[in-house]
């Protein structure tokens, strides 16, 4: 974690570059989308009567669902890159610093600080440690593992010999133990990713209002601000 020693408080600190808001914002409008999506093709919608043509409903469901999971995965290789080239920020979610003793201390604080049984926040320039850790796990670990999974379902549809099925399909379903463990754990992974983003946005807007700092526009413009 960056601290706030030796910076300027009274002033805007920059934190996230472009590319890290720009990844932000499409993330959290392709989960919207694959969420609803997904909710679709596990549970379809009623059939109705006519011919197949004129009611391709369904059809458009997993178009949508395949196109922005496409979208979802470009993205994210895009962002690990960035969290090779570009600031202290950038990388700051993709590697816990687990063999530091501070790091542990500020996880514990800001778990008594989020249960109300610390009165006054600290200052973070970027993720505060717990915050580094749910991302890290929800949102890394968890990408990749919906990434996977999604990919071993898409390629039983291409058939054996596509890519998808030889990257994917050929391994991962024999390792769940078949398609349908494959569509359970895919499905799961959703709801925790939703479960993940509902308490983000309550805590975001909580410590928007509570720590003394932007967090919400900081994920807009960039800056930091640190408030009296």
Request: glycine share 8%; with cysteine; hydrophobic share 50%.
């Amino acid at each position: 974690m960056q601290t706030t020693h030796d910076v300027d408080l009274t002033q805007p600190v920059y934190v996230y570059e472009i590319p890290v808001r720009l990844w932000h914002w499409l993330m959290a409008g392709c989960i919207v989308i694959l969420s609803i999506t997904g909710y679709l093709i596990a549970n379809p919608l009623p059939t109705v009567s006519g011919e197949a043509i004129n009611h391709h409903v369904m059809g458009t469901i997993r178009y949508l669902h395949f196109v922005t999971a496409y979208i979802f995965t470009v993205a994210f290789l895009a962002r690990a890159y960035w969290a090779l080239v570009g600031n202290h920020h950038a990388h700051q979610i993709f590697i816990l610093p687990i063999w530091s003793k501070a790091w542990w201390e500020e996880v514990f604080f800001e778990i008594r600080w989020y249960t109300f049984m610390e009165s006054k926040p600290r200052k973070c320039l970027g993720h505060n440690p717990l915050a580094q850790t749910a991302m890290f796990f929800f949102i890394v670990l968890g990408s990749v593992f919906m990434i996977l999974t999604g990919f071993a379902l898409y390629g039983e549809g291409t058939g054996i010999g596509t890519w998808q099925y030889n990257w994917f399909s050929c391994w991962i379903t024999p390792l769940f133990g078949g398609g349908q463990y494959v569509h359970l754990w895919h499905n799961l992974g959703m709801w925790l990713i939703l479960c993940f983003v509902m308490i983000h946005v309550y805590l975001t807007i909580r410590e928007d209002i509570m720590s003394k700092q932007t967090i919400m526009s900081t994920m807009v413009n960039g800056y930091r601000v640190f408030k009296d």
